[in-house]
């Protein structure tokens, strides 16, 4: 079975298989794209879409309805490739003594980008987009992901979260088939490292991929959480007291996890301030103080979204009780505080930092009362 | 570089001279200005065909007017206009010449 999409060409309606009108659409827009100086584009454009709609409706009868997507395919290579009498030369116009429609068109193939793709998917998807652009097994991405995890201390993770939320789903065929593309080159990366870059300045991109990767998260857990409680109740009442063992277990670890990633963020964040550098590491130069502290936020965020949907999910498991989330509170004000005392005291980094942000607060301080005074 | 490839740029060139005479005699449908040059050096596809006609139309050499069709909406049928003639004559007769001033070279 097949999706359907119903197009419209030059005002006459089609139906096409949904890859077939993916490749379409493509074509199409790839066909403007090349006739974008030319005053002639609108006309020529009509003209395109009356031609297609012609070898449509030659392969259509009382019997069928549907134009498929290899009929599509078909279409399109008797077409050709749509080129500019006065504007940039086409990349293959003339097929050299070649009969029309064996040509291959090497303008038809989307550049290959990266993408996060679901089919196989452990978690996020980005493994299997990463796996997909370099061209080698999955499996190997992922060990590189875990061992670099596991030597940089945690950063190869942080960038995986950022690439997790920032790279979007190949949900199209379009994307499909740019997620897979063609061998890469370094031309090609450089593009398309520049073609992120540019998306990475549509702040209104970030959330929004953002709000679907929490839903998304959000959906999973409370799949989950629902499996979970649906366990319990079938193993209940002789399970309340292993939910509580869960709970007992679950709580403490999951507030100090959370204590351990909210005291690195403050540091981090009061490294940046004061210092320019996280924890050494300084900024590149192109990136100005505001988007590192935004950017440290946004991964604060990314940390602790899950985490606490990870909590939700274990304090539920263990039947849901407000009694969880005090303790849970408790024990995170108390790791935190423990955290805080043990990095002032061991690490002459943090007390350096502690102390600076005190003598700037001081000097705020003097300088606002004397003004006042 | 083969020869093949080397005559691309050539039959591209002249791509629009051989229009211009196929569309001097009766009014001409695309698709069948397409079945025409299918079996010479000149085969070509609409991608090509559609965006020269809109230029050589905008340099007022050749025109169009919709015809109904038994099957489906109206088609645009191709036909010179009187500077597309005077052109055609030019480019004839630079042809010729051509060709003249070729033989001279002998072989």
Redesign the interface.
Same mark, same amino acid.
Request: aromatic content about 4%.
């Given at each position: 079975m097949q999706k359907v999409v119903s197009i419209s060409l030059n005002g006459n309606s089609y139906q096409l298989e949904e890859p077939g009108y993916e490749e379409l659409r493509v074509y199409l827009e790839r066909a403007e794209a090349r006739l974008a100086d030319s005053p002639d584009r609108a006309e020529v454009m009509a003209d395109l879409e009356q031609a297609i709609g012609e070898k449509c409706r030659a392969l259509l009868g009382p019997h069928k309805s549907v134009v498929s997507a290899a009929e599509v395919s078909g279409i399109i290579r008797e077409m050709g490739p749509v080129e500019s009498p006065d504007g940039k030369p086409a990349d293959a116009g003339f097929a050299p003594g070649a009969a029309p429609g064996a040509s291959t068109t090497p303008g038809l193939h989307p550049r290959k980008r990266l993408f996060k793709i679901r089919e196989g998917q452990m978690w996020t998807g980005v493994c299997n987009g990463i796996a997909a652009y370099i061209n080698v097994d999955v499996t190997w991405v992922r060990i590189a992901v875990a061992l670099l995890t596991l030597f940089s201390g945690g950063g190869v993770f942080l960038v995986y979260l950022v690439l997790a939320f920032i790279v979007p789903y190949a949900d199209t065929a379009e994307d499909r088939a740019a997620a897979f593309g063609m061998p890469f080159n370094t031309e090609e990366l450089i593009k398309s490292a520049k073609k992120n870059f540019e998306e990475f300045g549509d702040k209104y991109r970030w959330r929004r991929e953002w709000r679907r990767q929490q839903r998304h998260w959000n959906r999973q857990f409370k799949h989950m959480n629902e499996q979970l409680r649906v366990a319990t109740a079938n193993a209940a009442p002789a399970m309340s007291q292993t939910a509580r063992a869960i709970g007992s277990v679950f709580v403490p670890i999951a507030a100090l996890v959370g204590a351990i990633v909210f005291v690195v963020w403050i540091l981090a964040l009061l490294s940046l301030v004061t210092q320019h550098t996280i924890f050494g590491w300084a900024l590149p130069h192109n990136i100005p103080l505001w988007v590192g502290i935004l950017l440290l936020f946004m991964a604060y965020s990314v940390v602790a979204a899950p985490l606490r949907a990870i909590r939700h999910g274990g304090q539920n498991a263990a039947g849901y009780h407000p009694g969880w989330n005090v303790l849970h509170s408790l024990m995170w004000i108390g790791f935190t505080a423990l955290l805080f005392w043990v990095a002032y005291t061991f690490f002459p980094g943090v007390r350096e930092l502690v102390d600076q942000l005190m003598w700037a607060a001081n000097l705020t301080v003097s300088t606002i009362s004397e003004t006042i005074v | 570089m083969d020869l %093949?490839?080397k005559?691309?740029p050539l @039959?591209?060139g002249l791509l629009?001279f051989v229009i211009l005479k196929i569309v001097a005699g009766d009014k001409v449908y695309? #698709?069948d200005m !397409?079945k025409l040059l299918?079996p010479t050096?000149f085969? %070509?596809?609409?991608? %090509?065909l559609? &965006? !020269? !006609?809109?230029?050589l *139309? *905008?340099e007022e050499l050749v025109d169009y007017e919709w015809q109904e069709s038994e #099957?489906? &909406?109206p @088609?645009?049928y191709y036909k010179l206009t009187a500077k597309g003639r005077t052109q055609l004559a030019a480019l004839n007769d630079y042809w010729k010449n051509l060709n003249r001033t070729l033989a001279d070279f002998g072989n």
């Open positions: - | %093949t490839e005559l691309v @039959r591209k629009e695309v #698709a !397409l299918g050096e085969a %070509t596809q609409e991608g %090509t559609y &965006p !020269l !006609l809109s230029k *139309r *905008r #099957a489906g &909406p @088609r645009k």
